[in-house]
């Protein structure tokens, strides 16, 4: 499976960007997606992910992101999307898209090769 991110960009703060993560492969065999991202000089954190349950979907944000960032799926497109609104200049980073799953139990990870968001004061 190959993940690969597009829709990075610049933009002023307070504007918006939606990331697209397209896998060659179907998403619907994933177990999590989700978008990270880093910063100069930082580790790489978590910005949200999407895990399948039984009941559907359920996401998780970075507290940092909470109310601003929406992410969701289109399993018939094997998409996931970052809407991100509000952006501001802490938010500049390379994102990645992510994807997790598990093949006879063990955990195989996905990233993409990353997308430059940059926001400007």
């Known amino acids: 499976v190959q993940l690969v991110e597009s829709g990075g960009g610049l933009v002023q703060a307070g504007g918006s960007l939606r990331l697209s993560c397209v896998a060659s492969?179907?998403?619907?065999?994933?177990?999590?997606m989700g978008w990270y991202r880093q910063a100069p000089g930082k580790q790489r954190e978590l910005v949200a992910t999407?895990?399948?349950?039984?009941?559907?979907?359920?996401?998780d944000y970075a507290d940092s992101v909470k109310g601003r960032f929406t992410i969701s799926g289109d399993n018939a497109k094997n998409t996931v999307y970052l809407q991100m609104n509000s952006l501001k200049p802490d938010d500049t980073a390379v994102y990645y898209c992510?994807?997790?799953?598990?093949?006879?139990?063990?955990?195989?990870?996905?990233w993409g090769q990353g997308t430059q968001v940059t926001i400007s004061s």
């Open positions: 999407i895990t399948r349950s039984s009941s559907g979907s359920t996401t």
């Open positions: 992510y994807a997790k799953r598990f093949v006879q139990r063990m955990q195989v990870d996905y």
């Open positions: 492969g179907s998403i619907f065999s994933m177990n999590t």
